[in-house]
């Protein structure tokens, strides 16, 4: 088997804590389970431009488009506040997005049984939840031309943003959608605004045409995305799958993240188009950021981290039961009581990051 290349972007604050706990689990699986991975690692954001005076060296970039996949911790904190805009921390990461053209972003929602209770919402709309929200992450009106700020010739100023989608952004997306619910309960929701915006017509009408020729398989509704915000808060558990334009994405995917309760378990991964071979450039990262109050006191939860590892294996390397075997790993060291300060319930017991990865690690061993 070619080898697996992995890039490993550790970032800033707890970003780097966490990843030590990842790499754990990388050497458990190159000892245990015999899967090797051709590991590299490099800097982003400002620990990149502490070193290279820019968020995201060429070469940095250069590995991330040679890599079968990139895993990134989080960046940013204190110390890089007050850089010029473009040196940022922030900009090495919307960069190496960029570049890749990474247009899918996957946000599951789960809601592991022993954290039921870490949602504002009742136990019972929650617990079992599990459900992914794929958002557009490179048109739509985040990106859409004409945009800006005018002025009148009355001196009234005009703020003007612009909804586009071409046919083809359309489909590269649902054709990631499909895929998912093809590989999860072949059931996708496409949510959009068809009652009042043009190009969401033409998102719609491009769906069903999708379904109709290449995915009659799966079952294909739609839902206006004021309806779908509030059945995300009443009955979560109706979606399998959410296929949704830029902006309706980031709202909708936030919404979704509180159903869980916990910045600290969310893990996310974005991927770019395919090549001939099926292959996608992808990149998988934590949802939380780099903790700068917690930063250095080994406090982090890195359970979003080794969970966006096990989607790296899903959905880079197709290694279904490998990503499983981590996912089993972390659900029984909660139900075994071990929980980080984000997560922590009456009753429980409080650990480090260090330990939680330790557990982690313990737990393999025993489920293998
Ligand atoms: P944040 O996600 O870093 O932290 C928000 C709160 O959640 C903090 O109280 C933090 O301690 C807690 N938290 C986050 N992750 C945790 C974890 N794994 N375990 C335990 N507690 C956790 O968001 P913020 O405070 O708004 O931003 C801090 C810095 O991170 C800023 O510089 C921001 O720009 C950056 N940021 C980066 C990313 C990214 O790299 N993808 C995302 C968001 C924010």
């Given at each position: 088997?070619?080898?697996?290349?992995?890039?490993?972007?550790?970032?800033?604050?707890?970003?780097?804590?966490?990843?030590?706990?990842?790499?754990?689990?990388?050497?458990?699986?190159?000892?245990?389970?015999?899967?090797?991975?051709?590991?590299?690692?490099?800097?982003?954001?400002?620990?990149?431009?502490?070193?290279?005076?820019?968020?995201?060296?060429?070469?940095?970039?250069?590995?991330?488009?040679?890599?079968?996949?990139?895993?990134?911790?989080?960046?940013?904190?204190?110390?890089?506040?007050?850089?010029?805009?473009?040196?940022?921390?922030?900009?090495?990461?919307?960069?190496?997005r960029?570049?890749m053209g990474l247009f899918a972003?996957?946000?599951?929602?789960?809601?592991?049984?022993?954290?039921?209770?870490?949602?504002?919402?009742?136990?019972?709309?929650?617990?079992?939840?599990?459900?992914?929200?794929?958002?557009?992450l490179t048109?739509?009106?985040?990106?859409?031309?004409?945009?800006?700020?005018?002025?009148?010739?009355?001196?009234?100023?005009?703020?003007?943003?612009?909804?586009?989608?071409?046919?083809?952004?359309?489909?590269?997306?649902?054709?990631?959608?499909?895929?998912?619910?093809?590989?999860?309960?072949?059931?996708?929701?496409?949510?959009?605004?068809?009652?009042?915006?043009?190009?969401?017509?033409?998102?719609?009408?491009?769906?069903?045409?999708?379904?109709?020729?290449?995915?009659?398989?799966?079952?294909?509704?739609?839902?206006?995305?004021?309806?779908?915000?509030?059945?995300?808060?009443?009955?979560?558990?109706?979606?399998?799958?959410?296929?949704?334009?830029?902006?309706?994405?980031?709202?909708?995917?936030?919404?979704?993240?509180?159903?869980?309760?916990?910045?600290?378990?969310?893990?996310?991964?974005s991927l770019g188009?395919?090549?001939?071979?099926?292959?996608?450039r992808?990149l998988?990262?934590?949802?939380?950021?780099?903790?700068?109050?917690?930063?250095?006191?080994?406090?982090?939860?890195?359970?979003?981290?080794?969970?966006?590892?096990?989607?790296?294996?899903?959905?880079?390397?197709?290694?279904?039961?490998?990503?499983?075997?981590?996912?089993?790993?972390?659900?029984?060291?909660?139900?075994?009581?071990?929980?980080?300060?984000?997560?922590?319930?009456?009753?429980?017991?409080?650990?480090?990051?260090?330990?939680?990865?330790?557990?982690?690690?313990?737990?393999?061993?025993?489920?293998?």
């Amino acid at each position: 088997m070619a080898a697996k290349k992995l890039l490993i972007l550790p970032g800033d604050g707890i970003g780097v804590e966490v990843m030590v706990q990842v790499r754990r689990i990388i050497e458990w699986m190159a000892k245990r389970r015999n899967v090797a991975f051709d590991l590299s690692e490099g800097l982003i954001g400002g620990s990149a431009y502490d070193v290279h005076g820019t968020p995201l060296a060429d070469e940095t970039l250069a590995d991330a488009m040679a890599a079968d996949a990139v895993l990134l911790g989080a960046v940013g904190g204190p110390k890089w506040d007050n850089l010029p805009f473009q040196d940022k921390p922030e900009r090495g990461l919307l960069k190496i997005r960029k570049e890749m053209g990474l247009f899918a972003n996957l946000r599951p929602a789960t809601v592991l049984d022993a954290l039921a209770d870490a949602s504002t919402l009742k136990a019972e709309v929650v617990t079992g939840l599990d459900i992914m929200i794929l958002r557009e992450l490179t048109g739509g009106l985040y990106f859409g031309e004409p945009r800006g700020i005018e002025t009148l010739p009355n001196g009234d100023r005009k703020g003007f943003n612009t909804l586009v989608y071409t046919t083809p952004e359309i489909v590269r997306i649902g054709r990631v959608a499909f895929d998912l619910a093809r590989k999860r309960s072949k059931r996708l929701c496409s949510v959009d605004k068809a009652n009042v915006l043009e190009c969401t017509v033409l998102w719609r009408e491009e769906m069903i045409k999708l379904q109709q020729t290449e995915y009659p398989d799966v079952e294909l509704t739609h839902m206006y995305v004021d309806n779908a915000a509030m059945q995300l808060v009443r009955n979560p558990k109706q979606f399998d799958v959410m296929v949704t334009e830029n902006m309706f994405g980031d709202i909708l995917s936030d919404c979704a993240a509180m159903l869980t309760g916990s910045l600290g378990m969310l893990p996310s991964a974005s991927l770019g188009a395919a090549d001939a071979d099926g292959k996608r450039r992808a990149l998988y990262e934590p949802v939380h950021g780099s903790a700068p109050d917690i930063a250095g006191k080994d406090m982090a939860n890195p359970l979003a981290t080794i969970m966006s590892f096990a989607m790296c294996l899903r959905y880079s390397f197709n290694m279904d039961e490998d990503a499983e075997l981590i996912e089993a790993a972390v659900k029984n060291v909660l139900k075994g009581g071990l929980r980080t300060g984000d997560i922590m319930q009456p009753g429980k017991a409080k650990v480090s990051t260090t330990v939680m990865g330790e557990a982690i690690v313990r737990e393999l061993d025993k489920l293998k």
